[in-house]
């Protein structure tokens, strides 16, 4: 089948200003992600710069507004973003700069990954301290709950197949309440919400650039730690979570951010912030799969309930969590063990 966006989208590149000096025949797929926008890359030949990225985003699924909006604010917060040459809202279709193709999640290694680490805490603390805030919408109760709504929706009763007692769902439903009421007391700040190694690049010149901002909110402090240090991608021991975690609070200290000034509270917070996204999480992977066709994400789904587990059996209010999972999985646990 012919793919009509795409042919589409070379015609506008042919519209654009020649002093861009674009070679349409040398377009190629750059990536895609989770949402129904692509990215291609094309060459270039202009004192500027030698390729771009076109972002092809169809306006009857994704609205290209608040990408716009969130990168100018990262911009004059003096962010590493991709710089916006054109931008087509009435077709769906950006010219933006091209922030090369290695990812902190291909580039990381056991070995660079405290220097790594370093850098990308840097560029976090730079964009929470520098970027404005005004005209984006808040991380309010409704949000948090449609997002955790997710979890019983897509990964227990599609993905699992497991259908909750109502005893079970008025339990869930008080763990969702007890986080809500947590995060919600958490101080806010600018939110990038999929601050992750698959969206953080390697730039040319060594530094962290950032991609996929356009979900952008004013939320809790902890949600883009949880993000990048608990990322769904990539897992790292408890120890190295803590020691990354402590570095970021001193630093974030040091710039005056609302971080809490008891590490042991604002540690919690992390989790109780990590225990949310991270059932929004599976709940996303599994719908990817099941609605989405998108099987790539099934393999992720271990190390996030993981992370979901370990923290739900840290904490004496989420051993109804605990027990519905052992449930939904058919696990019996040894006698007398509970959390």
């Not at 008080?174 to 806010?188: G, K, R, S």
């Not at 020691?243 to 109780?272: M, Q, S």
């Not at 996030?304 to 449930?327: G, H, W």
């Amino acid at each position: 089948m012919q793919d009509t966006r795409f042919e589409s989208l070379k015609l506008w590149l042919k519209t654009l200003p020649i002093e861009y000096g674009i070679d349409i025949k040398t377009i190629t797929s750059a990536s895609s992600d989770a949402s129904f926008r692509r990215y291609f890359r094309v060459l270039a030949s202009n004192p500027e710069t030698s390729s771009f990225i076109v972002m092809d985003a169809p306006t009857d699924k994704e609205d290209s507004k608040p990408f716009v909006h969130v990168a100018q604010l990262l911009l004059q917060g003096n962010i590493e973003v991709p710089k916006l040459y054109e931008v087509n809202l009435t077709d769906g279709f950006l010219l933006l700069s091209d922030l090369g193709s290695k990812t902190l999640f291909s580039e990381i290694t056991p070995e660079n990954a405290p220097l790594l680490y370093k850098k990308v805490t840097h560029t976090l603390v730079k964009l929470q301290k520098n970027t404005q805030t005004h005209q984006l919408p808040s991380y309010d109760e409704i949000l948090l709950r449609r997002e955790l709504q997710l979890f019983p929706d897509w990964y227990l009763s599609k993905h699992l197949n497991y259908e909750m007692s109502e005893k079970e769902a008025q339990d869930l439903n008080h763990v969702f309440n007890h986080l809500i009421e947590n995060i919600l007391q958490q101080p806010t700040i600018f939110v990038h919400r999929d601050f992750h190694s698959r969206n953080l690049m390697m730039t040319a010149d060594n530094h962290i650039g950032v991609l996929d901002f356009q979900d952008a909110v004013v939320g809790p402090i902890t949600y883009d730690l949880v993000s990048i240090f608990r990322d769904a991608y990539l897992g790292w021991t408890e120890e190295e979570q803590v020691d990354w975690v402590v570095r970021y609070w001193e630093d974030a200290k040091k710039e005056n951010l609302p971080v809490d000034p008891d590490f042991g509270e604002f540690y919690k917070n992390f989790e109780w912030m990590g225990l949310q996204r991270h059932l929004k999480v599976l709940g996303i992977f599994a719908r990817l799969f099941h609605r989405d066709g998108k099987d790539g994400y099934l393999k992720d789904l271990p190390l996030v309930l993981s992370y979901t587990e370990k923290v739900a059996q840290r904490y004496s209010l989420f051993r109804p969590l605990v027990k519905i999972l052992d449930n939904a999985q058919k696990r019996q646990r040894p006698d007398g063990l509970t959390f």
